[in-house]
Every structure is written in structure tokens, then in C-alpha cells.
């Protein structure tokens, strides 16, 4: 069936560091991928999302690559700020279904 | 515009007892689901409902999960009896009816200890 793997957590960076989470994932077809992010006693945002191959999606900062070759949309962000610090959710939706099927989501403390 | 609304937002029982959980999504949005956060997973779909008819129950523990969506609108997640490893975070959230493309809104979510 279909399924998201992320890079372990927790991941710890100081205030501007270069930011990777790694995500691929297993699907039939042509399925979207989204990141998802759960800052501290809320609840869960869309923080990015790419619909086909080669398409970027990008929003504060943050960027992903829909690699159909490699299976992959990996997170990145250039300098990352305290107000990052949040869980990461990587997550598909099969091509012509709605639901959402995520990986188990990235930690991601930021020091000052 | 008024986000996906959970109640309660946390919740104590013992096992073998019940309990219920409501969600009231997004205005005009036709598909609600229903999901359930174990500590330290990602978020695991229980029920799919589109209006008031269900989509997808696949990984709903049928024989003591039980949900509903009178109307199209609200819907409530019931689990009785209660087991020690229900204790998890349950996420409400609905979208729009458009496939592929589309982004789901979620509440702040249920969460329950079962001690």
C-alpha cells in the first residue's frame, strides 16, 4: 500500500542554519505530496504542497521538489528561525483519492 | 472563516468505558475524516465520510469504533469499550470535494488518555 517515510527526529539547529528533512515515499500512479506542520498546542497546517512531477512548492521560507525519479520531497529551508521549532509532517494523497497518508513526522527544535 | 471546531479537547477515562468526540468542519466543505495520532506517529485515517455517506472505513476498528454524520455536516467518533491503546490524539479535518489537489483543514484535535 501506499506509505511515507521521514528522517528520524529529533533534529536540533541553531537560529539560521540550512535546514534538510528527508521524505519519500511508496505509490502508485502520480499521487500529491504535502508537508504538514504542528507548531506547539496547535493543530495541523498545510505548510507546502506539489501536485506532479518536478513541481516546487514553497511557503515561508520553506521548499520542496516533487522527484518522481527518486521518490522523494525533501524539505528545506536556507536559514531556519526560532519560530520554526514545530513537528513536520510529510504526507501523500494516492492519485484520485482524497485521503491523506503520512509519514511520522520530524521534531525540529530550533536554538537561539 | 471559522476553522474546524473539536470537542472536548482532552478527555480521561478508564478502560471499558465510552466515549464520544464531535467535530464540526469547515462551512461548504463536504468530505470530513477522521483521524487518529498515536504519541510520537504521523496521523492515521479511521473514517472518510463524503456528505453524510462514508468513503472509506477501512482502518476503523469497527468493533468498537463506531462514527457518524447526520445531516452532512457534524459528525461524532464514538469508541466503547475503551482499550489502553486508544490513548491517542483524535484529528478531525475536512475539505472541499476536489481530488488530489485538495488541502484539508484540521481542528486541534481530541486528546485521550484511557488509564
Known amino acids: 500500500g501506499d506509505s511515507v517515510t521521514q528522517m528520524e527526529g529529533p533534529v536540533t539547529l541553531s537560529e539560521e542554519a540550512f535546514l534538510t528533512i528527508n521524505c519519500t515515499y511508496t505509490a502508485t500512479g502520480y499521487p500529491s505530496l504535502f508537508w504538514y506542520v504542528q507548531y506547539p498546542g496547535e493543530g495541523l497546517q498545510l505548510l507546502l504542497k506539489?501536485?506532479?512531477?518536478?513541481d516546487k512548492g514553497s511557503n515561508k521560507g520553506f521548499e520542496a521538489t516533487y522527484r518522481k525519479e527518486t521518490t522523494s520531497f525533501h524539505l528545506e529551508k536556507g536559514s531556519v528561525q526560532v519560530s520554526d521549532s514545530a513537528v513536520y509532517f510529510c504526507?501523500?494523497?494516492?492519485?484520485?483519492?482524497?485521503?491523506?497518508?503520512f509519514g511520522q513526522g520530524t521534531r525540529l527544535t530550533i536554538n537561539p | 472563516e471559522a476553522g474546524v471546531a473539536q470537542s472536548p479537547r482532552y478527555k480521561i477515562i478508564e478502560k471499558r468505558q465510552s466515549v464520544a468526540f464531535w467535530c464540526n468542519p469547515i462551512?461548504?466543505?463536504?468530505?470530513l475524516y477522521w483521524y487518529q495520532q498515536i504519541l510520537g506517529q504521523g496521523p492515521k485515517l479511521l473514517i472518510q465520510?463524503?456528505?453524510?455517506?462514508?468513503?472509506?472505513d477501512s482502518q476503523l476498528p469497527k468493533d468498537r469504533f463506531s462514527a457518524e454524520r447526520l445531516k452532512g455536516v457534524d459528525s461524532t467518533l464514538k469508541i466503547q469499550p475503551a482499550k489502553l491503546e486508544d490513548s491517542a490524539v483524535y484529528l478531525c479535518a475536512s475539505s472541499l470535494v476536489q481530488l488530489g489537489n485538495t488541502e484539508a483543514f484540521f481542528g486541534q484535535g481530541t486528546r485521550l488518555t484511557v488509564v
Open positions: 462551512s461548504g466543505h463536504a468530505t
Open positions: 465520510f463524503q456528505n453524510n455517506g462514508v468513503v472509506d
Open positions: 506539489a501536485t506532479k512531477a518536478d
Open positions: 504526507a501523500l494523497s494516492a492519485q484520485g483519492a482524497q485521503k491523506l497518508v
